[in-house]
């Protein structure tokens, strides 16, 4: 027995040898020789995968401008990655659903013509054209501008209410709540945190690929 195995009370690599040859009844020779190529195998398929960081999807997110809608899948970053890139109350808003102070944010008292995409995926969430003063201090929406960019789950976080939490579907940020108190004809009040948003003014549609919905503001100015 070697003084490995004295010391341990478990066989060394001579006697896992013996045990295995014993077992299958092949010779110490054959043990070692499958062995190598077991190890060979392993070696290979180690080199044939894929790095772990794209495996575990992780990575840079789109490059700003770029719309989920606009074909190219996105890749959800890193939280490390996340924490880099966004301000510190924007990454407490959409990775730790955390909420904005009202009337103390970007967007509450904006009136231009544009759309506003999700800050980390870019996928298009809202339009201007439904934004109204809900008097909250917060960026308030009638309907979404893609329903299809939308998930809403139950919240029973705050206290004994229960309320219906608003996230983006691909970058699974977290936005704000929607209620049923809000103005004609949906009924409904998207409250939103301007952190979680960025706003693409109507005319930087084009340049920052969201050209499809220029349309929108065309055909609203011809109502008028």
Sequence with gaps: M???AK????PGTAGMRKCTARVYNI????????NTNLFKLFIGMMILLPAPAVLAG????LPRGKAVSAGQEFVRPSKEELKKRLTRMQYKVTQENGTEPAFKNEYWDNKKEGIYVDIVSGEPLFSSLDKYDSGTGWPSFTKPLEPDNIVTREDRTWYLAVRTE????HGDSHLGHVFNDGPKPTGLRYCM??????????????????GKYVKLFEMKAGEK
């Design 166 to 169: 608003v996230r983006s579907k």
């Design 7 to 10: 010391r341990t009370g478990k």
């Design 27 to 34: 010779t110490e020779s054959e043990v070692i020789r499958m």
């Design 58 to 61: 992780e990575g840079g997110g």
């Design 193 to 210: 945190n301007s952190a979680a948003l960025r706003f693409i003014p109507r005319e930087d549609l084009v340049k920052d690929g969201y």
């Design 2 to 4: 070697s003084e490995s």
